[in-house]
């Protein structure tokens, strides 16, 4: 069955450290997408990054990072040097590609502060 | 180019009442997801809708349904609401043929509180 699981409900960092948000997914298909999406306190949800379930190239994108893994069926998102805009809650996401009736599975999310 | 709207932001109904949510998505996109983010329990897939049709629908009771207008435009219908109804509802949109594989663009959903 699919399923996303986001073990840190909370996590609160001061300014400047590095953090890691931790996402464990469950898919029966080969071929899947994987997403982090950003909840800011306005609610809408901005789009982060998608990965491909062939693609287990890490990306780096300023200050954010994913690591995808595979074996461990992991993708993780570090935020480096971490800052106050960075509060929000964020989500992993899934979907699979063998059928275009799917959609995409959400996990619980993270809710991330960062204290000045 | 306008983002996926959505109306009201707030909402405030009476248990039993009935309340109706509407979202405008991103133009050219055709298909239209709506979620619903209760407190603690993520975001939970409610229904899908393309060209008019429902194409998907999540683990929610019947009292749940909406449709898509000629323009593409949604409506989500909640009725007789009870107090665990109390939710974020998001609104997503996309190209049909784009889904689930890049990902959606959501709007900044509608706040329902059922007192």
């Known amino acids: 069955a699919q399923k996303v699981t986001q073990a840190q409900t909370e996590i609160s960092v001061v300014e400047k450290e590095d953090v890691t948000l931790d996402c464990v997914y469950e898919t029966r298909d080969t071929t899947y997408y994987l997403f982090w999406y950003k909840q800011p306190p306005s609610g809408e949800l901005v789009f982060l990054i998608r990965r491909n379930s062939f693609d287990e190239q890490n990306e780096i994108s300023g200050r954010y990072s994913w690591n995808f893994q595979k074996s461990t069926s992991s993708f993780n998102f570090t935020i480096t040097a971490s800052q106050v805009v960075d509060s929000a809650v964020y989500f992993c996401a899934l979907s699979e590609a063998w059928n275009r009736d799917d959609k995409i599975i959400f996990g619980k999310g993270t809710r991330l502060h960062i204290l000045p | 180019e306008a983002g996926v709207t959505q109306s009201p932001t707030h909402l405030i109904k009476t248990r039993g009442q009935q309340a109706t949510l509407r979202c405008s998505p991103i133009?050219?996109?055709?298909?239209v997801y709506w979620y619903q983010q209760a407190l603690g329990l993520g975001l939970q897939f409610l229904l899908w809708y393309d060209e008019g049709e429902e194409r998907n629908r999540g683990n929610f009771p019947p009292r749940f349904s909406g449709r898509q207008f000629p323009n593409y435009s949604s409506e989500l219908n909640v009725n007789a609401l009870e107090l665990e109804d109390s939710a974020l509802y998001l609104c997503a949109s996309s190209l049909y043929d784009q889904g689930p594989w890049d990902g959606y663009t959501f709007g900044s959903g509608t706040r329902l509180t059922v007192v």
């Open positions: 133009s050219g996109h055709t298909s």
